[in-house]
C-alpha cells in the first residue's frame, strides 16, 4: 500500500489544521489506518488510529479530546483534524497502516510525511 500524507504547514498556537492521507494500492476499506509523528529529536509516536469501518478510535493521551482521526473509505482517504494546536505539537506527521488492530506496533507502511509547525 501507498500512503501520502498532507496538508502540513506552519500554524499558531489555538489554530487548527486537517491532515489528509490518501491510500492507494490495497482495498482501503481492508485496511485499519493511523497517525505518526516525529517531533526534532524525539522518537515516533502513535497519535491516533481508527478500525476499518470507523466504528473504533483510539488516541494518545497527549492529544485526546483536541485531535479526530477519520475515514472516507469512499474516496481511500483518512484525516486528522487538530484543533487547539500547541508548540509540542510541532512534528512531521505520518500515516501508516495495520491489518489486525490499533496497536502501535501493528502499524505498517509509512507514507511520506507531513510537516506541521506551531509557533508562539
Known amino acids: 500500500v501507498q500512503l501520502q500524507a498532507s496538508g502540513g504547514g506552519l500554524v499558531q498556537a489555538g489554530d487548527s489544521l486537517r491532515l489528509s492521507c490518501a491510500a492507494s494500492?490495497?482495498?482501503?476499506?481492508?485496511?485499519?489506518m493511523g497517525w505518526f509523528r516525529r517531533a526534532p529529536g524525539k522518537e515516533r509516536e502513535f497519535v491516533a488510529g481508527i478500525t476499518r469501518t470507523g466504528g473504533r478510535t483510539r488516541y494518545a493521551d497527549s492529544v485526546r479530546g483536541r485531535f479526530t482521526i477519520s475515514r472516507d473509505n469512499a474516496k481511500n482517504m483518512a484525516y486528522l483534524q487538530m484543533n487547539s494546536l500547541k508548540l509540542e505539537d510541532t512534528a512531521v506527521y505520518y500515516c501508516a497502516q495495520s491489518d489486525y488492530d490499533l496497536g502501535s506496533s501493528s502499524f505498517r507502511s509509512w507514507g511520506q510525511g507531513t510537516l506541521v509547525t506551531v509557533s508562539s
Open positions: 494500492g490495497r482495498t482501503f476499506s481492508m485496511l485499519h
